[in-house]
């Protein structure tokens, strides 16, 4: 059974700061991960798709590696603003169109 | 462009009372539907997914129900609502495999 984890489960970080999200699977026989971003009270936006086939995707500040072999993805967040403070959240998809599994998401506080 | 509306964005419903979460996608055909629940300070729970009309999985026994009446929509359901059933619900449909989009949920408070 596939179970994703998200390390650590809050981060303060001051602004301006490069800082950097985990997210660790078990099986790594993955169809693909995506990050996604939640607002207090919001629906979650997605950030970033990698399929199993690529290394790592970037938009902007932002940039998400996958390592299939070691069951871990990184979220890179380069210098960190105020409005990045959310919860973070990773999820696994395992074939085309089964349902995705979660990790428990970081609480990112960005420090004025 | 693809777009996913859910509706309504609050509801407060006293406990017993039936419910009905709607969810609706445009600008694509045949998308794999789910209804997530997230309590307050956990992590979110896959209820039911629809991969085509009338095509219903259910992950975890409970007092909810889902329909898919149309391809593009997905409904959330219950005859009788409980306590535990408070919650933010979420909404999100996927192209087979390109990702998910969310809608922008539905805080559900039983009283």
């Known amino acids: 059974k596939q179970e994703v984890t998200q390390i650590p489960a809050a981060l303060s970080v001051p602004e301006g700061e490069n800082l950097v999200l985990n997210c660790s699977f078990t099986?790594?026989?993955?169809?693909?991960l995506q990050w996604f971003r939640q607002d207090p009270g919001k629906g979650l936006t997605s950030l970033l798709l990698?399929?199993?086939?690529?290394r790592e995707q970037t938009s902007g500040r932002l940039n998400a590696s996958l390592d299939k072999s070691s069951g871990r993805s990184t979220l890179y967040i380069a210098a960190s603003q105020p409005g990045d403070s959310a919860t973070y959240l990773c999820a696994v998809g395992m074939n085309r169109d089964d349902k995705i599994i979660f990790g428990k998401g970081t609480r990112l506080h960005i420090l004025p | 462009s693809q777009t996913i509306h859910q509706w309504p964005a609050t509801l407060v419903q006293p406990v017993g009372s039936p419910l009905s979460l709607e969810c609706t996608v445009e600008g694509t055909s045949n998308p794999n539907l789910y209804w997530y629940r997230q309590a307050a300070g956990r992590g979110l729970q896959l209820l039911f997914y629809s991969v085509g009309i009338g095509q219903i999985s259910s992950e975890v026994p409970q007092n909810l129900s889902a329909s898919r009446p149309q391809d593009r929509q997905f409904i959330l359901s219950s005859k009788k609502l409980l306590l535990s059933d408070s919650g933010f619900y979420l909404c999100a449909w996927s192209p087979q495999g390109r990702g998910y989009t969310f809608g922008s949920g539905t805080r559900l408070t039983v009283v």
């Open positions: 990698i399929q199993s086939s690529q």
């Open positions: 099986d790594s026989a993955i169809y693909n």
